[in-house]
């Protein structure tokens, strides 16, 4: 009994203890895993806000943090952990973004790094599909249809990563312009996809390759014959065009500055010079 006597007092005081080392630890900072654990937390808990903030592009505030976090990613280039993030600021649609995306990049080939998968590609026609002819920012367009030019260069490959339908070859087909010669950089590039096209079951043959095949040549076709139009290929609704899309800009003070960094110098990580910093103070 005297043992057992013993042993409850220093129970309790081992049990008190634990409880203050506890306690000291929640109280103490984060540091490391715990502080990545939690800020994990916070931006799940708050996603929405933040999704808001970087994606929207509804208000100048938003388009503002856009672009900051548009530069950021510049300065970090793209890689295969944050090419959705590219993606996804490709897809506002807003030149103020877009512009600081790329900078001195070829919109063209802004995910020529990345292996090309089929959700990327999905993403990629979704974003043709969502806009009308003229309506999509001419860096957007171009950086988009590098994706599908690169997915699709051997046609095949491409076809097995993710099949096409007669309705991507007319999203794709309904952004040429019929009216600019042949070597405007869009019509190049939308030429040259649906050149690949035609060629989709060329080494491994099917039925329904033959259908993309032969509707990417009438597309194609289209353009070059004088005596046709789009729309004796592509449906007309596809083709109504929504021009002079500008987005939303920054406020008017931000919108300065972007103006005079894009004219800034910038060293081979897009850091500005020196002098352009001394320049600003």
């Known amino acids: 009994m005297a043992t057992q006597d013993r042993q409850g007092p220093e129970r309790g005081e081992k049990s008190a203890e634990g409880k203050e080392r506890a306690q000291a630890r929640d109280a103490a900072p984060r540091t490391g895993i715990l502080l990545q654990e939690n800020d994990r937390k ?14 929207s592009c509804a208000s100048s505030q ?7 976090f548009a530069r950021y990613l510049s300065y970090c280039g793209i890689n295969n952990d944050n090419y959705w993030l590219y993606m996804r600021l490709v897809m506002t649609n807003n030149p103020w973004v877009v512009d600081e995306l790329t900078h001195e990049r070829s919109p063209r080939l802004l995910f020529s790094t990345i292996r090309p998968d089929r959700e990327l590609i999905d993403a990629a026609f979704e974003t043709l599909y969502s806009r ?5 920012y001419g860096k957007s367009l171009e950086a988009v249809l590098g994706i599908i ?8 490959d491409g076809y097995e990563i993710r099949p ?5 070859v007319n999203a794709l087909g309904k952004h040429l312009i019929k009216e600019q010669p042949q070597d405007n950089a869009v019509n190049r590039t939308i030429l040259d996809i649906l050149d690949q096209m035609t060629h ?21 076709y289209a353009y070059f014959d004088h005596t046709r139009n789009l729309i004796d290929a592509i449906p007309e609704p596809l083709l109504v065009r929504m021009s002079d899309v500008t987005g939303t800009p920054p406020e008017e003070d931000y919108e300065h500055l972007a103006r005079k960094r894009r004219l800034s110098r910038r ?3 897009g850091r500005f010079t020196g002098d352009q910093k001394d320049k600003e103070e």
Do not use: W
Request: hydrophobic fraction near 35%; charged fraction near 20%; proline fraction near 3%.
């Open 164 to 168: 096409l339908s007669i309705m991507d």
């Open 62 to 68: 938003q388009v503002e943090c856009s672009v900051a």
């Open 132 to 136: 009308h002819p003229d309506e999509l």
């Open 200 to 220: 989709i079951g060329h080494y491994y043959g099917g039925q329904a390759k033959s259908v993309i095949s032969k509707h990417a040549f009438s597309v194609r």
């Open 149 to 156: 030019q690169n997915a699709y260069f051997d046609p095949d």
């Open 42 to 55: 916070l931006v799940k808990s708050h996603s929405h806000t933040i999704r808001d903030a970087l994606f």
């Open 267 to 269: 060293d081979v990580h």
